[in-house]
């Protein structure tokens, strides 16, 4: 478990709220430090992962390490945050992303990184991917899944049938015709292996098509073909869900990027203790990028 701390005290943490280009309201967080008023403004959007928060996840202690390096760090909350993943879309993530991203230009960065760690990662992608967003310098993909919808939910299944393709497959239908029978907001409950033992994720049946049925757009390797800026792929050694091959796949993919380089952290998924090496790579990533 990633256990919160206080704020640094060289780190300045303020709340912010920002707006989604379909007109939500969210919140987040403008962390900086003295460093980072020198030279260049670049700003990081940083998108958590599943289930998680704006600060949780190991976002914070990146997002702090990147401000003592001069990167002026905005942590957000969104439509998928925390139990809202039960119920949201998605699809309509891009709307969320591209709220942070005119946040931090109208605050007057003069370059803007989007990082995302695990499902944030292919957010990221598929925003990238979708929309080629003139004011997205770069992309980081730290412990980044190559398909996080079929393929990875499919293993999920190995903890409950010893048929976990059909097992799966039967979990998609189920979902299907609870939402042609207009029960889309209906409670599923996705099993997924944790060590020796099953938890059950709750999600609607509507949301469960939408993050991990074949029809999904929730695939890094589904979008990354059509980012047309670097990329920085940082996977990790140490992980129940996600393997380190899955960025050479990703990086295979990212054939229109003009860069795309790996950089292995030997750390679990959370990247814990490990939050420096994570921010050193960003930011040598960064100034590569402007060379």
């Not at 980072?36 to 914070?60: C, M, P």
């Not at 020796?196 to 709750?202: A, G, R, S, T, V």
């Not at 869900?241 to 050479?248: H, L, M, Q």
Request: include cysteine.
């Amino acid at each position: 478990m990633v256990v919160m701390e206080p704020t640094p005290g060289d780190v300045t943490l303020e709340s912010m709220r920002y707006e989604s280009d379909d007109g939500r309201r969210f919140d987040g967080f403008h962390i900086t430090s003295e460093s980072t008023a020198e030279g260049k403004r670049t700003g990081v959007v940083l998108l958590h992962g599943l289930r998680g928060t704006a600060l949780s996840g190991g976002i914070a202690a990146v997002a702090y390490a990147l401000a003592r390096r001069g990167m002026e760090c905005l942590a957000i909350n969104k439509r998928n945050t925390g139990k809202l993943y039960e119920v949201s879309d998605f699809s309509s993530i891009d709307h969320d992303i591209r709220g942070a991203v005119k946040w931090l230009r109208a605050a007057g960065c003069d370059e803007i990184v989007l990082w995302g760690r695990s499902l944030g990662a292919t957010e990221a992608a598929y925003y990238q991917g979708k929309r080629n967003d003139s004011d997205v310098d770069s992309v980081v993909l730290a412990a980044p899944f190559a398909d996080i919808r079929e393929r990875s939910t499919r293993g999920y299944f190995e903890a409950v049938s010893e048929n976990p393709e059909q097992a799966y497959a039967e979990f998609v239908e189920n979902a299907r015709d609870l939402v042609a029978e207009d029960r889309g907001n209906e409670i599923v409950a996705l099993p997924r292996p944790v060590g020796d033992d099953i938890e059950y994720i709750p999600m609607t049946a509507q949301a469960f098509l939408s993050y991990r049925s074949p029809e999904s757009d929730c695939a890094t390797i589904d979008w990354t073909p059509s980012i047309g800026v670097p990329v920085l792929l940082v996977p990790h050694a140490e992980d129940r869900n996600v393997t380190p091959e899955e960025a050479t796949e990703i990086k295979e993919s990212a054939t229109n990027s003009p860069l795309v380089s790996v950089r292995p952290i030997e750390s679990d998924h959370f990247f814990s203790g490990h939050e420096d090496e994570v921010a050193d790579a960003t930011v040598e990533f960064v100034r590569q990028t402007r060379d």
